[in-house]
């Protein structure tokens, strides 16, 4: 049984659909991520599964109970649902211990005094117990939220936008050690968020959503090498999609080099579209392709270049920061195409491998 399942949910606002046919399941211990763009429809969602939105269609189950389907939903104080705030929602005049402590209402005394220590413990603040939100760094704050929200024991933790007050340096590692404190506790958690250095960092799923659709329900290495359409391999990573031709030996256009046919057949002259990461150009000195730099800007360990292909199209590389090409310049690259991920022309679908 899931933990949490949605089916083929919808959300609308005044007629407005703000989420459309979302479906996606998690598994005890598992922890999903809501990511896309502003306006996608991620908070919606998160809203619907803490039941404070209604749902037009479709279901919500927490642990095999169906706590909304159109017309009846289980209000929010019934679900037992934690959540973690974007500006973390701490009360400023109870210190970390009493913040802790704020759901635990139906515990007695000393059970509840008992649940406070292992939570101090579990986000190791326990020396911080009786400071004000007001001395703790953001971090901190953080993990006192984070602790706030587990202290009843939900089912799921919902976590939205719970970085983003945070500088961005803090942010990826924050997202990685929350990812293992709920993984060494089991706990099943869902994250909204439009940064996908965190969705990475923490989430083992991500439904990737534009326009309250999921476009592509898959795990964070998937959703980078093997992106199912343009939109998700533009918004996933960095890179540029291209227009090129083929022959049917799989050779590309302009000496780009050629495919790997595998199973596949091209038609002579068929115009495809390749996704171009950084990674799948390579400086190459002994190359006889050479591509005139555009730009290129200082990354420490490397320089990223913009270069331009014979068509005017532009291309992203990262050379070691020792190779020191000027804009104007040519850069001897050869293209790595192994694991190149093509889209056929009608620019939004994956080509298939055996067509
Ligand atoms: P962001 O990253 O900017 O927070 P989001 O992905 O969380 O965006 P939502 O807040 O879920 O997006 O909004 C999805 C769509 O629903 C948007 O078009 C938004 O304008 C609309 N919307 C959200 N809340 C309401 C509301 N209360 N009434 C009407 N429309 C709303």
């Not at 019934?78 to 759901?103: E, S, T, Y």
């Not at 869902?190 to 592509?216: N, S």
Request: proline share 6%; net charge negative.
């Amino acid at each position: 049984m899931s933990q949490l399942a949605l089916q083929q949910v919808a959300v609308s606002y005044g007629g407005f659909p703000a989420a459309v046919d979302v479906s996606f399941s998690l598994e005890q211990g598992q922890i999903g991520c809501l990511l896309g763009p502003s306006g996608c429809g991620k908070t919606t969602l998160l809203r619907a599964i803490a039941g404070f939105e209604p749902i037009v269609a479709g279901s919500i189950t927490l642990r095999g109970q169906t706590i909304s389907r159109p017309g009846a939903q289980l209000p929010p104080e019934r679900r037992k649902v934690g959540m973690v705030f974007q500006d973390f929602a701490l009360f400023p005049h109870l210190d970390v211990q009493r913040n802790i402590a704020f759901g635990l209402d139906a515990m007695n005394r000393s059970a509840r005094a008992q649940r406070v220590r292992e939570m101090l413990a579990l986000v190791e603040l326990d020396a911080y117990a009786g400071a004000y939100p007001h001395e703790l760094s953001g971090g901190q704050q953080q993990r006192v939220a984070l602790a706030r929200a587990l202290a009843p024991n939900p089912e799921i933790l919902l976590l939205d936008e719970p970085f983003s007050s945070l500088d961005s340096e803090l942010r990826e590692q924050l997202a990685a050690e929350v990812r293992g404190l709920l993984k060494r506790n089991g706990v099943t958690a869902i994250l909204v968020t439009h940064d996908q250095h965190e969705a990475f960092a923490m989430a083992d799923q991500i439904a990737l959503l534009r326009q309250g659709h999921v476009m592509q329900l898959d795990t964070p290495y998937n959703l980078y090498h093997n992106p199912h359409s343009e939109f998700v391999a533009e918004f996933i990573g960095q890179g540029n999609i291209i227009t090129v031709t083929v022959n049917e030996a799989g050779v590309l256009n302009d000496g780009l080099g050629t495919l790997d046919k595998g199973h596949r057949h091209w038609r002579a002259g068929a115009s495809l579209r390749l996704l171009v990461r950084p990674d799948d150009i390579e400086y190459d000195e002994h190359s006889s392709l050479r591509l005139p730099v555009v730009s290129k800007s200082f990354r420490g360990a490397h320089y990223f270049y913009e270069l331009a292909l014979p068509d005017g199209q532009r291309v992203p590389c990262l050379t070691p920061s020792h190779v020191g090409i000027n804009p104007g310049q040519q850069l001897p690259v050869r293209f790595n195409l192994q694991h190149v991920v093509l889209f056929d022309d009608s620019r939004c679908e994956l080509v298939n491998p055996t067509a």
